[in-house]
């Protein structure tokens, strides 16, 4: 639920900011902002985050997502979630391309883990709230994403 919760601090932060910048107010220049914090809160402290539990509390995530637990991928897991957090906060301060290169990379995993999660609730019928719900948020988020990086490029 944490990923969820900061969907909504990361669109609320970017939304503060854009009202508050003295900046001309073009869509462009607004969806460059909400991006900014986008990739920063809702991407990149959710995916740390994700990756504390999946190394530190790997035992309690796996239980929560109703997977077998001790697996090594676990860490594994977590690793990339880090490695995709620290990517999307340094997206922060870097933009261009730079923000499609992380786009494209947190995407690509996001909505494949996605899929897997819908995979499980369908098939395995493992229906645990932490592995059906994060099926939608892999989706949405990616999405969110492509959508605030389109307008960025609109001339």
């Not at 697996?71 to 690793?79: C, S």
Request: neutral net charge.
């Amino acid at each position: 639920m944490v990923i969820t919760t900061l969907y909504f601090v990361g669109i609320l932060c970017g939304t503060i900011a854009v009202m508050l910048t003295g900046d001309p107010r073009t869509t462009t220049t607004a969806a460059a902002i909400l991006l900014q914090y986008f990739l920063l809160i809702s991407v990149g402290f959710s995916s740390v985050i994700a990756f504390f539990g999946h190394v530190f509390r790997g035992e309690t995530a796996a239980r929560l997502l109703g997977w077998p637990s001790g697996n090594p991928f676990q860490k594994e897991l977590g690793f990339w979630d880090l490695a995709a957090g620290f990517v999307a906060i340094i997206g922060f301060w870097r933009h261009g391309d730079f923000w499609l290169a992380t786009i494209i990379f947190i995407t690509i995993f996001w909505v494949l883990a996605g899929c897997l999660h819908l995979y499980h609730v369908l098939k395995g019928k493992n229906y645990h709230i932490d592995n059906a719900f994060p099926a939608i948020m892999d989706f949405i988020v990616p999405i969110t994403m492509m959508i605030l990086y389109w307008l960025t490029t609109r001339h």
